[in-house]
């Protein structure tokens, strides 16, 4: 389910150019800039299921909140959007503007609260390969 969930968001976010890996939070990153960056956040929000920012996120889950913390807080004008599977696994984009606006960070990631280290690395490898590899087919 995890796999055939990232191999949709990742046609659904469909861009031209290539993700990166962010070791830091292991999530696929793109920064992008203007107009791309708006058409990329467009497709974010058709895709995900719900939106967090920094006001709205003392009403999330105990699981979310606990995901904004490995991924260090939510700051002004930040934005989570996130996408809960059936097993609990929450997919997610973590929308960051960089000071002054000129750039906009997009990392998509997949958080298992309370995961094993194995478990979090598996899921952790299955979004490097689907999101940094060209070869993403079914």
């Known amino acids: 389910m995890?796999?055939?969930?990232?191999k949709q968001?990742?046609?659904d976010l469909g861009t031209a150019?290539?993700?990166g890996w962010d070791e830091r939070f292991c999530t696929?990153?793109?920064v992008l800039q203007g107009e791309a960056a708006?058409?990329?956040l467009a497709k974010v929000e058709d895709g995900f299921d719900k939106v967090w920012d920094e006001s709205s996120i003392g009403d999330a889950s105990e699981e979310i909140r606990h995901?904004?913390?490995?991924l260090s807080g939510l700051r002004d004008e930040q934005r989570l959007?996130?996408?809960i599977l059936d097993d609990s696994t929450i997919l997610f984009t973590a929308i960051w503007p960089w000071v002054g606006k000129s750039h906009v960070s997009y990392r998509v990631g997949v958080f298992r609260a309370y995961a094993t280290p194995d478990v979090a690395k598996e899921a952790h490898t299955t979004l490097k390969t689907i999101f940094t590899t060209s070869e993403t087919e079914s």
């Open 81 to 83: 959007h996130t996408k």
């Open 17 to 19: 150019l290539r993700w």
């Open 28 to 30: 696929a990153l793109m």
């Open 9 to 11: 968001i990742y046609a």
């Open 67 to 70: 995901m904004v913390t490995y």
């Open 2 to 6: 995890l796999e055939d969930s990232l």
């Open 38 to 40: 708006t058409e990329l």
